[in-house]
């Protein structure tokens, strides 16, 4: 959009600009430039306008973007054009994502680089490789308190590491994603270190204080995320004589982006990890950009506009880049994340879907989706050009933050719900299989979140221990149901390292004294490829859990219906314990349609094949099912699904 002012101020900009970056052949920058420069130009104006550096501001950020335009490389340019003509890329039915931390998957970056055959043999072929920036060895929140940006942790290997990876899974068809912790540092970042010093300059890229007048008006409304390891958002720094803003850990210093010079510092922290090779960078803890006093300090729409601004300026220097917005929050916000354009994302193109992720979990405890049909009823429809990230399990806990109205009109109390899943996945509640941990128990409210391995919470290390033979075949048609939910659902799904041939919660964390305190490491294996190559020896439980996961992928990468594009429809019926949805290619060249039905009680239950056909669905033809390529057991009209199981129905050829 051409708009005089700002563009008078961008000719001004241009003019300024050093003559080492004037000689070089920028013309794509230029062009993107021109074309984004009204919208950076807004943001940066009503976030920063009323600083008297703000040109001066404004000068260092548009020569920030050019450097990194010069510094990245040929083939990552040329796969930004593919990228910016093929602009619905992300939203293909053929990506499957893995999340894992490289020391317990391969034991470094090298040894992932040898594991990816392993991957693809699975049909994996998009890797969120854990944080592994620089971290001080003990109070590193498993590396999410930076101490260095630009290095990684020599445990890992080396930035040339990163760079070898990213070739390897380029020229693989597969994507890498890498962490930017945007909100906060570790107390040992050279920031940190030169505010302890005294340093005016550095101390403002945090909230620091003399005294607890300010503070204490903060902590009147902002929650505590970690009551039982971190109370409190604010710590006394004796060395520095201040207090500064702690919203995580002690040793987390949250960054004030109320200091253009933070943002500028991190959108160039983005762009160089993108010019390593990061197809996707994930922004951590985004909705805690910003903070205001007689708030919460989340979900401020300044912390919106950040996110904007830092999209904008990514799609002038790296426009093939995605953004993944880390915002474990309520529907109604986590949508926010996305943007407020009406078709494209102009914030974050993807976002974790964390309140299918708990649906998902409750109706495996109650054995019924009443409130997985009700949450999912009332999820907003995303934009157009953006993606959710369905999951099951990740490196965080289990937050149980339905909606109260949702429970309450599925015949529940809020409160007395929520205290029983975490008894039912802790293994308190009596005839409970689930073998997980509470996490982040708040006794002054009473709330807890849950940790565990994915095949622990479902029961197989309770049926491992039995060796009840029955048990163990109906958890693992349970954790494939699990998986065909969010490979079904639309968007992008998101695995986690080991679940895929049932790896159990994980002691050894416990003999770490950096660990033992924080149980979400129980979930955080390192593998045992012991276990993994009993993937080939027939009958083994690895094997039916890799196998069966591996065709579900395959299946889901034929199916064009699985493309995320708005084309999901919820299905209400009347058996509680079923979940319906029909998914639909809008292309009006692909008719391909399938009907998902999971259930989710432990005896069969039947789908009433009456009130689709009055839907027009399968309403003539045989039924056959994607998954398993058989046809179901059909009596008077109605499909009888097993226990625990599910089916991705579509017509007979």
Request: glycine letters at 6%; one cysteine or more.
């Given at each position: ?6 563009h ?8 300024e ?9 920028i ?51 040329r ?5 910016e ?40 072929n ?17 590396g ?7 290095n ?77 390891t ?6 006394w ?38 010019n ?26 300044e ?21 993944i ?9 986590i ?7 009406a ?13 299918f992720?708990a ?10 989706a ?10 907003p ?14 490196h ?29 996945f802790?293994?308190?509640f ?21 940790a ?6 479902a ?6 221990e039995?060796a009840?033979?029955?048990?163990i ?25 080991g ?32 276990r ?5 020896t ?8 890799f ?15 699985f ?9 209400e ?23 998902v ?26 039924i056959?099912?994607?998954a398993?390529?058989?046809t ?8 009888v ?13």
């Amino acid at each position: 959009m051409y708009e005089q002012v700002s563009h008078a101020l961008l000719n001004s900009i241009l003019d300024e600009l050093s003559h080492e970056i004037c000689r070089e052949d920028i013309r794509h920058f230029y062009t993107r430039l021109g074309a984004n420069f009204y919208a950076i130009h807004s943001l940066f104006h009503h976030l920063y306008g009323h600083r008297e550096d703000f040109k001066t501001q404004m000068i260092r950020l548009t020569e920030r973007l050019a450097r990194a335009y010069i510094e990245r490389p040929l083939e990552l340019k040329r796969l930004d054009m593919a990228r910016e003509e093929d602009h619905t890329w992300f939203l293909s039915q053929h990506w499957i994502g893995m999340a894992l931390y490289s020391d317990g998957f391969a034991g470094n970056l090298s040894g992932l680089l040898e594991r990816l055959p392993y991957l693809q043999e699975l049909g994996v072929n998009l890797i969120h490789v854990m944080p592994i920036l620089e971290c001080p060895r003990g109070a590193s929140d498993g590396g999410y308190a930076v101490s260095d940006f630009r290095n990684i942790d020599p445990r890992a290997g080396t930035v040339e590491d990163v760079r070898r990876l990213a070739e390897s899974m380029r020229h693989r068809g597969m994507l890498l994603t890498l962490d930017v912790v945007v909100n906060h540092t570790s107390d040992e970042h050279a920031w940190a270190q030169q505010a302890r010093a005294g340093d005016p300059e550095h101390q403002a890229f945090y909230y620091c204080f003399p005294n607890r007048d300010i503070p204490d008006m903060f902590e009147a409304t902002m929650p505590e995320i970690f009551p039982e390891t971190a109370p409190g958002n604010f710590t006394w720094d004796e060395t520095m004589g201040q207090w500064v803003m702690t919203v995580f850990n002690t040793y987390q210093w949250d960054l004030n982006y109320s200091n253009p010079a933070v943002f500028i510092e991190m959108v160039d922290i983005i762009l160089f990890w993108a010019n390593q090779g990061a197809d996707i960078i994930r922004l951590d803890a985004v909705a805690f950009l910003w903070k205001k006093i007689g708030t919460t300090c989340q979900n401020e729409r300044e912390a919106h506009l950040i996110l904007q601004l830092m999209k904008d300026c990514c799609q002038v220097t790296a426009p093939g880049v995605l953004f993944i917005a880390e915002a474990i929050v309520a529907p109604s916000e986590i949508i926010k994340y996305f943007g407020e354009d009406a078709v494209i994302a102009k914030e974050c193109e993807i976002a974790y879907n964390a309140t299918f992720m708990a649906l998902l979990w409750d109706a495996v405890a109650t054995k019924n989706a009443k409130l997985l049909n009700q949450g999912i009823k009332n999820l907003p429809n995303k934009l157009d050009r953006a993606t959710w990230l369905n999951y099951l399990r990740c490196h965080d806990d289990i937050g149980l933050g339905f909606d109260d109205a949702d429970i309450r009109a599925c015949g529940y109390e809020p409160y007395a719900h929520r205290g029983f899943l975490v008894d039912w996945f802790t293994g308190k509640f009596e005839g409970s299989p689930a073998r997980g941990r509470p996490f982040g128990v708040n006794l002054k409210t009473g709330d807890a979140r849950i940790a565990g391995a994915l095949a622990s919470l479902a029961g197989l290390e309770t049926a491992l221990e039995s060796a009840d033979e029955e048990a163990i075949e109906h958890i693992i048609d349970l954790i494939l149901t699990l998986h065909a939910m969010i490979l079904s659902f639309g968007g992008i799904p998101l695995l986690w390292y080991g679940d895929e041939i049932g790896t159990l919660n994980d002691f050894s964390f416990l003999d770490d004294r950096d660990k033992a305190s924080d149980n979400r490491w129980i979930h955080r294996p390192r593998i045992d490829w012991s276990r993994a190559e009993r993937r080939h020896t027939s009958a083994t439980l690895e094997r039916r859990l890799f196998e069966g996961l591996k065709r579900l992928i395959a299946v889901r990468k034929d199916t064009t219906a699985f493309a995320d594009f708005n084309n999901r429809e919820l299905i209400e019926v009347e058996n509680p314990h079923l979940f319906v949805f029909l998914r639909t290619h809008p292309s009006a060249t692909d008719s391909s349609t399938v009907l998902v039905a999971a259930n989710f009680d432990a005896a069969p239950q039947y789908l009433d094949l009456d009130c689709l056909s009055r839907r027009g669905l399968f309403r003539y033809g045989q039924i056959i099912d994607l998954a398993s390529g058989q046809t179901p057991a059909i009596f008077n009209n109605r499909i009888v699904i097993p226990a625990h199981r599910f089916y991705w129905l579509a017509k007979g050829i």
